[in-house]
């Protein structure tokens, strides 16, 4: 059986969302007139959906310089679950021009990263996992930190988002502390880094990828 293209499987999963409503399906966003938040049909505008996607990918392929289907299929081999939970804004921000540092290896992004650590965004001190605070700091109430960038509340809008190249990747981490020295983060704003490695790993994790 040939492999859907990842174009190919997020249609097929929106136009079996789309027929089990109004039995309607268009690309270019919802035009059902018949369309009402919370009713039987077309509950989600899961067309609106589809759209923003394929904007998404077009627009990270012009920023970085990347084929827009090649980054549409490493979403759709990555994604585990409902496409309208899994295409939004934090797990695919823009990539903004004042927002972005840009990398030509991964080797680049790991020596501007250095071994100084990344700066927790609720307890404020310095975790050597870039996902989940181990600095050791005591809360308020007393229990110490382990706050995890990939929860409920994320970042807190201070954390950075990093976008691998090479692996057509991108998550959000703690901010190096490397970063704030040298001013390129300001830790009340998110910010999106990008990476444009050419390595067989990807500081997304900081282990390797095969």
Request: proline share 3%.
């Amino acid at each position: 059986m040939e492999k859907l293209t990842g174009y190919e499987k997020l249609k097929a999963a929106v136009e079996k969302d789309c027929n089990e409503g109004s039995g309607c399906f268009n690309p270019n966003g919802c035009d059902n007139k018949n369309y009402k938040p919370g009713g039987k049909d077309c509950f989600h505008k899961y067309c609106d959906t589809f759209k923003w996607v394929i904007e998404r990918a077009k627009h990270y392929a012009e920023k970085l310089g990347l084929n827009w289907e090649d980054v549409l299929n490493q979403w759709e081999a990555d994604r585990r679950y409902w496409y309208m939970n899994y295409y939004h804004e934090l797990n695919q921000p823009e990539i903004g021009s004042n927002y972005v540092r840009a990398f030509e290896t991964v080797r680049e992004m790991l020596q501007s990263v250095g071994d100084k650590g990344f700066r927790c965004p609720v307890c404020g001190g310095v975790s050597t996992d870039p996902y989940t605070c181990n600095s050791g700091m005591k809360l308020n109430n007393g229990m110490i930190c382990d706050w995890k960038v990939y929860g409920l509340l994320g970042d807190l809008g201070k954390g950075v988002f990093v976008y691998c190249k090479d692996k057509l990747r991108g998550e959000t981490i703690f901010t190096p502390i490397a970063w704030e020295k040298i001013g390129v983060v300001d830790r009340k704003k998110m910010y999106k880094v990008i990476c444009l490695g050419d390595y067989g790993y990807c500081p997304c994790s900081l282990v390797n990828i095969e």
